[in-house]
């Protein structure tokens, strides 16, 4: 499920309120990942993901054909997310009162206390091209074309590629028929998987 820029769709979203004219992205939506820290730890998260691959094989799901592997995801990643929610916001009300000042075509960069935008209405009047920076420089969002594309920082690609590595790890021993180890397990009884592993 690793996500990176070249497979990124631009998705549109609706019912979602919006800033000058420009809906919102869905930031509850499972592709779209803002800071959100949960308290757990990485180890918790590491039972929690071996768990989660053994009750997908169980089901014949894997990776993101399974719900509760994309909630997983996204707050694994959330934890080391930009506040893409508070960049957009402010960013778009930026743009929103910049755009009510001038009557012709503008480009312009506005920082912004988390990050920057880059926006730019072309001639046409009917198109604008939005950019969405982190405070590290990294595009976190574009809009164009009434469309949202996000895009994974380097920590997010990072955290997303572990969770998946430790998933497909745990996928494969389930696959195989091994027994969800004792110290793997958040939930599961120890005993009963030790007396599986025996039967």
């Not at 920082?153 to 590629?161: D, I, L, P, S």
């Not at 969770?163 to 120890?190: H, Q, V």
Request: hydrophobic share 30%; glycine share 8%.
């Amino acid at each position: 499920m690793q996500v990176n820029p070249t497979n990124l769709q631009q998705r549109y979203f609706s019912s979602t309120g919006s800033i000058g004219g420009i809906h919102l992205p869905d930031f509850n939506d499972k592709y779209v990942f803002s800071k959100k820290k949960s308290g757990i730890s990485d180890e918790e998260y590491r039972k929690k993901i071996v768990e989660q691959a053994y009750k997908d094989f169980a089901k014949g799901q894997f990776q993101n054909k399974s719900e509760d592997f994309n909630r997983l995801m996204k707050s694994y990643t959330s934890e080391v997310s930009p506040d893409r929610k508070g960049i957009i916001t402010s960013g778009l009300k930026a743009i929103s009162r910049n755009r009510q000042d001038v009557l012709k075509p503008i480009d312009f960069i506005a920082t912004l206390l988390e990050g920057e935008v880059k926006y730019q209405k072309l001639p046409s009047g009917k198109s604008e091209y939005i950019e969405f920076y982190d405070k590290n420089g990294e595009m976190v969002a574009t809009y164009s074309n009434n469309g949202w594309t996000m895009y994974p920082t380097k920590a997010e690609a990072a955290r997303q590629t572990e969770m998946c590595m430790i998933y497909n790890e745990a996928w494969g021993n389930a696959k195989r028929g091994e027994p969800l180890a004792c110290g793997e397990t958040a939930e599961m009884d120890c005993l009963q998987s030790s007396f599986d592993a025996r039967a």
